[in-house]
């Protein structure tokens, strides 16, 4: 029998919340089943569940670990899902270009802010670690990017943001981009002096800010 | 500021220190500012080339402490040293500290790849250990010289890529103990080689951080290894302290990071006013301008920070050193250093 939508949505959520890879993938399978809208089930049970544990994150309750083996259980369900989005599901979504700066191989931070903006509704291109500072520019100027996101752990590397920021200006191309920086040695202090939009000290955070810097509603 | 403003130390580095052992207080608190990789600056040679190089490193920490005159000598480059003679590949870069390349533990399996090292040859412990041995040699009669590694959970994120190893420690718990075993029982014997060459062994455990993971995982993995460490030191270090840094928050820790019984912390992003009342009863503290301030303000800025820093931790019951959060920044002004050393003469007095 066909179980009810609302089990189903928090079946998706807690299975999520809750590290539970198995139980929401299987949920995930039941919805398909069920002939439950993928479009809901996504937004209103795993990504329900992603934003749960971002906020558990963002309180303390939820590390690392927690928060990752959180969207590991997030994504294995939402291919389950995928294959049956309506064509229509196609959201227009802010474009974000995030990676780590040239030099710097450190990507944990970055992979959790990337995660915590694709639960938010960005569209995320993500350049990986170790990128040339060029890279962002070019990449943010080809997909018609609205953020640049740039990650660094380490002192040498920090400048290299303001090198990007630079870039832009250099082409003129400056106010096209939002750009949000981040990672151990940056401070709202540092993003000011470079003249970045904003700045984050977390993954949670992170999102909050690219949501007003972007203009997006937030959500309540 | 006018130097005459400045007052004269009246001890040397080194008996500065021991008042601290000794439960005495000294002439003015020590400053131990975490002189890493920017020793190589100070003897003008490219950092990738010190950090492999046993006469360019011990060489650059002697000159390090000449120019700026901190009361701990500390060998480290990466706190990937002991998992990289474990068989962990490293990148190295020319004028910056190296990297993780491939981590050495893709698979389960391969956790019959890591073995205890051969100090005598793997990896970079004969730089660590010759150049120890150099700076003790060279200036152990007026300053402590320490050598610095990782903590077993450190040691065992480097080895297994730290984004899949915060997961093994929800699937593969058994496994991750095993790991750790190993990881520890290498630590034990790199503490041996350090004591043997009358060295400070310090110990580093930043993956610990509770800026990465919770107070569970911490007593769960990384407590009960550290607790081990510390009671190695206390019974083979000849009555040398314990000492203990962990970047990044810590706060949620305190109290594991209590039992596992160290004698001195270095702390990161903490209130030095809270980790006082918290331990200071049992603990010497140490800390804790911002790195990355360092790098980025001037003297000035570095003297009223230092001085916010002096006015929570003196009256520590244990002690207070001043000191930097973690690494100074590789490119740090020297007049910033300056200024923060000189902030332990201005503010840290007990001669007054």
Redesign the interface.
């Known amino acids: 029998m066909a179980r009810a939508r609302e089990e189903i949505l928090q079946d998706l959520a807690d299975g999520v919340l809750n590290l539970d890879e198995e139980l929401a993938v299987n949920t995930a399978h039941d919805a398909v089943e069920a002939g439950l809208d993928a479009y809901d089930a996504i937004t209103n049970g795993l990504v329900r569940g992603m934003n749960r544990a971002g906020e558990l994150y963002d309180e303390e309750e939820y590390f690392v670990p927690e928060l990752l083996i959180c969207s590991d259980a997030m994504y294995a369900a939402l291919a389950v899902l995928e294959p049956h989005l309506k064509k229509d599901d196609s959201r227009v979504r802010q474009r974000c270009v995030i990676g780590v700066v040239e030099g710097d191989t450190h990507d944990i931070g970055k992979n959790l802010v990337k995660l915590m903006l694709d639960v938010g509704g960005f569209e995320i291109y993500d350049l990986g670690r170790n990128v040339p500072l060029a890279d962002f520019v070019e990449k943010a100027k080809e997909v018609n990017a609205d953020l640049i996101c740039l990650s660094t752990l380490m002192t040498t590397t920090m400048n290299g943001m303001a090198t990007v920021i630079e870039m832009l200006k250099e082409e003129g191309i400056r106010d096209r981009f939002k750009v949000l920086v981040g990672g151990g040695p940056i401070s709202q202090a540092f993003a000011d002096r470079i003249g970045a939009d904003g700045y984050a000290d977390n993954a949670a955070s992170a999102v909050r800010v690219a949501k007003k810097v972007c203009n997006v509603a937030q959500a309540a | 500021m006018l130097s005459s403003l400045i007052p004269k130390d009246n001890q040397t580095s080194l008996e500065r220190v021991l008042s601290y052992l000794q439960g005495q207080n000294p002439q003015r608190i020590a400053c131990f500012p975490l002189i890493l990789n920017h020793a190589a600056r100070v003897l003008g040679v490219p950092v990738g080339k010190c950090i492999q190089d046993a006469e360019l490193f011990g060489k650059a920490h002697v000159a390090a402490y000449r120019r700026y005159g901190n009361d701990l000598i500390t060998f480290l480059s990466t706190t990937s040293t002991l998992a990289e003679a474990m068989g962990q590949r490293m990148?190295f870069?020319e004028d910056?500290a190296p990297?993780?390349a491939e981590p050495l533990v893709k698979e389960l399996d391969d956790l019959k790849k890591v073995k205890v090292p051969d100090f005598t040859r793997d990896g970079r412990m004969p730089v660590y250990l010759q150049a120890t041995e150099y700076a003790v040699a060279e200036v152990g009669s007026e300053v402590c010289v320490s050598t610095v590694l990782a903590g077993p959970f450190t040691t065992a994120a480097a080895l297994r890529g730290?984004?899949v190893f915060?997961?093994d420690?929800?699937?593969n718990k058994e496994w991750v103990h095993e790991l750790l075993e190993i990881c520890c029982e290498a630590g034990l014997r790199f503490i041996d080689e350090i004591l043997k060459r009358k060295s400070l062994p310090i110990i580093v455990e930043p993956i610990g951080s509770?800026s990465?993971?919770?107070p569970r995982?911490f007593k769960e993995f990384v407590a009960p290894y550290l607790k081990r460490m510390s009671d190695h030191i206390h019974a083979n270090g000849g009555g040398l302290p314990a000492v203990l840094h962990i970047c990044?928050k810590t706060k949620?820790n305190w109290g594991p990071m209590l039992e596992s019984e160290w004698d001195i912390w270095s702390l990161d992003g903490v209130d030095m006013g809270e980790a006082k009342e918290f331990a200071g009863h049992r603990v010497c503290l140490v800390g804790n301008v911002?790195?990355?301030n360092l790098?980025?303000n001037t003297p000035e800025e570095i003297d009223a920070e230092a001085k916010a820093v002096c006015a929570k931790g003196m009256g520590s019951p244990c002690g207070f050193i001043l000191g930097s959060g973690c690494e100074v920044?590789?490119?740090t002004p020297g007049e910033n250093l300056d200024a923060l050393i000189n902030a332990a003469r201005k503010y840290g007095r007990f001669d007054l």
């Open positions: 990148n870069i910056d990297q993780l730290a984004d915060v997961k420690l929800y699937r509770a990465l993971v919770s995982t990044g949620p911002t790195p990355a790098l980025t920044p590789i490119n």
